[in-house]
């Protein structure tokens, strides 16, 4: 793994002054015989917004579902809030404090919005608490107030994704994994998806790992990043420093680097290869 010097994240001062709540070391998980992710290392700082930028089918995906047990790392340990994890069971780990947003939402379409929310508080026993968090999520999400009784399969995309993320929400996590929560959605959308998160971190102080192939609203809400390419991270900084890093900018944010010598982009090296 390439990581250039100075890759502190200075962010925000509580998320740059907190310990890792999730700790990746050399993770290599496959599907029989392919390998989908090479020697991943990572780490995730309570309380802060960490991303994963990546192509389509870099890898990105098999991240989450390492972290949430949906499949076993080959090597390597997942380490939350200093535990190891990996191997366990789904369940234990969403009671653990890890929720997972798949990516195309995947709600469950022919129950109500409202049992959709319910569904996401089965681990807990607190009817008080599950009752005021699920008057919070009406709250951020005013549209599922409005459609709670309508099935979920009915809605549009966009609130889909808002139920799916205010799902997870309800089993109250330290760690959120959300996987490309942009997918399909309108940009007016994915504003409003990404507010949402950033609030939701800033108020519930809940700490958020996020893939996504739109690196520019990534960065802009994260505050560290990584480049995920073909199962294997080859740069990590803040994101502020990332949108800057002239191979950022041109390989995941389109703005084409100037060249004296008129050098094709296809052409040119990437500075990590």
Not at 134 to 161: C, D, K, T
């Amino acid at each position: 793994m390439t990581v250039p010097e100075g890759t502190i994240d200075t962010t925000t001062a509580a998320a740059g002054a907190a310990a890792p709540i999730l700790r990746l070391a050399n993770i290599e998980t496959g599907y029989g015989p392919v390998q989908a992710i090479r020697g991943v290392s990572l780490e995730v700082r309570a309380g802060a917004i960490v991303t994963v930028l990546g192509a389509n089918g870099a890898g990105k995906t098999t991240i989450l579902k390492t972290i949430s047990g949906i499949v076993d790392p080959s090597k390597g340990t997942v380490e939350f809030d200093g535990e190891p994890i990996q191997g366990r069971d789904p369940d234990w780990i969403v009671r653990r404090g890890i929720s997972h947003v798949p990516e195309g939402r995947e709600v469950f379409p022919l129950l109500s919005v409202r049992d959709n929310l319910m569904m996401g508080a089965y681990t807990r026993g607190d009817r008080a608490g599950v009752a005021a968090d699920l008057e919070r999520m009406y709250g951020y999400f005013p549209i599922l107030a409005e459609r709670q009784r309508q099935e979920a399969g009915q809605l549009s995309g966009g609130q889909q994704q808002m139920l799916a993320i205010a799902r997870a929400l309800m089993a109250r996590p330290r760690l959120l994994l959300l996987d490309e929560p942009s997918l399909g959605l309108s940009p007016l959308l994915v504003r409003e998806i990404f507010a949402m998160i950033r609030r939701v971190n800033r108020e519930q102080g809940t700490t958020m790992l996020l893939v996504e192939q739109n690196a520019s609203v990534a960065l802009a809400h994260a505050d560290h990043g990584y480049v995920l390419e073909v199962g294997r991270i080859v740069l990590e900084d803040t994101c502020e420093r990332l949108m800057h890093n002239a191979d950022v900018r041109e390989f995941y944010l389109g703005v084409k680097a100037a060249s004296v010598r008129g050098e094709q982009r296809w052409k040119r090296r990437k500075q990590w290869r």
